[in-house]
């Protein structure tokens, strides 16, 4: 089953998208995501330029030997822009291999380990009692987890707030550059979930991202505030690049911490796996190399008591998206997925087969991943220029975004 050619489509039906898509010569083709929000040519131009040229030829069938040969064979290793190729053609791999085999993907990584995935949703608002009325909103919906946010009084503008139910921070027009003051979210979002929980009670799963924003002990200050309303997780409390940081702030509180979206490769966290500093780790199958990488990361965690819960956000695509569904299903240990229902265009242009009901997804059983692409709609939605916002303290000093 040898590979015959590959093409990069970049397309923005309502935000952008980079796809792979590997055909071989028994006409079965393949899909992986390949999108990193606001750097997404970059990473087009190295598939183009660099790693299609090299696949034709290969053996579809040998994932992992590709992988090692894409990896290990480039010399200059890591970094998102690398991985985020390497995971594209290696969820493509997996595509084909699923729909040559006639079986969904998850039925090639072991089978299902559980009977669907429980996915948590994004609820924001201006004030507490907005984001208290999304929260109803997702519960109405069924949802048994909801992240929760809230704009942080004296600040503008603040992480995760969107409009309406959507979040989607990437900006067409110019770089944003909000500003944010540590002071003011850690005297205030103690009592957002306060409240929430006041209202909605003790089993509805909470989470709260803080977006690499405070310092080790900042953060086990702030998970320390939060212990009495029992969150899920609080997620992204620190820059992650210095992995023994996390030590100091699991010195200070028991309330679970995630972490990982960011992270390329299993050399970015697996000191966080291996002194137990995370509960939850992040990473995704479009950023961390793919759904063969992504497992050994999940097998690594396994043996440390950390559980999975990757990036799910609408900067990934519904391909990124039914892939992570598939790891999901099969690993032992596997937390919580996030889920940002995508816009409609972008579902027309990706049909797919996973389905959202009851708080839980399906990735459900068509071979392989269980998406395609529409490339003609594709075509009618060109790429647009968008940057992701760069945060500065109140002093106009640059900070962690």
């Given amino acids: 089953m040898r590979i015959v050619g590959g093409k990069v489509i970049v397309c923005s039906p309502g935000r952008n998208f980079v796809t792979v898509k590997l055909e071989t010569e028994d006409g079965i083709y393949g899909l992986g995501d390949a999108t990193l929000n606001g750097r997404e040519l970059a990473v087009a131009s190295y598939l183009g ?184 997780w609080m997620e992204d409390p620190t820059p992650a690049e210095n992995q023994e940081s996390f030590r100091l702030i699991r010195q200070h509180t028991t309330t679970p911490i995630a972490v990982g979206e960011v992270f390329n490769s299993i050399f970015d966290c697996h000191r966080l796996i291996e002194d137990e500093s995370i509960d939850y780790i992040r990473t995704t199958v479009v950023h961390a190399g793919g759904i063969s990488h992504l497992r050994k990361i999940a097998s690594l965690a396994e043996l440390h008591h950390v559980r999975t819960g990757s990036h799910g956000a609408t900067d990934l695509s519904p391909v990124c998206l039914a892939a992570a569904l598939h790891v999901d299903l099969s690993v032992h240990n596997f937390g919580i997925q996030e889920y940002m229902p995508h816009a409609a265009d972008t579902d027309r ?53």
């Fill in 349 to 401: 242009v990706f049909p797919h087969a996973y389905r959202f009901e009851g708080g839980v997804m399906y990735p459900g059983d068509t071979p392989g991943l269980g998406v395609d692409i529409d490339e003609e709609l594709a075509a009618t939605f060109p790429y647009q220029r968008a940057y992701l916002p760069v945060a500065r303290l109140t002093d106009g000093t640059v900070h962690d975004w």
């Fill in 49 to 232: 330029d660099h790693v299609l040229p090299l696949l034709e030829g290969r053996d579809a069938r040998r994932i992992e030997d590709i992988w090692q040969f894409l990896y290990k064979g480039a010399y200059w290793r890591r970094g998102p822009v690398t991985m985020t190729a390497i995971a594209a053609v290696d969820a493509a791999l997996w595509d084909i291999k699923g729909k040559a085999l006639g079986v969904p993907v998850y039925q090639l990584l072991g089978g299902a380990s559980r009977d669907a995935v429980l996915v948590y949703g994004h609820a924001s608002g201006g004030t507490i009692d907005e984001t208290v009325d999304a929260v109803g909103r997702y519960v109405a919906a069924g949802y048994h987890a909801v992240r929760a946010q809230c704009s942080v009084p004296g600040l503008t503008d603040t992480y995760g707030v969107g409009r309406g139910d959507h979040y989607e921070p990437a900006v067409r027009t110019q770089l944003h550059e909000p500003r944010w003051s540590s002071t003011r979210y850690l005297n205030f979002v103690p009592s957002l979930f306060e409240r929430l929980r006041a209202v909605f009670g003790p089993d509805l799963h909470l989470l709260h991202d803080v977006h690499h924003r405070l310092t080790p002990i900042e953060a086990g200050r702030l998970g320390r505030a939060l212990e009495p309303h029992h969150l899920f």
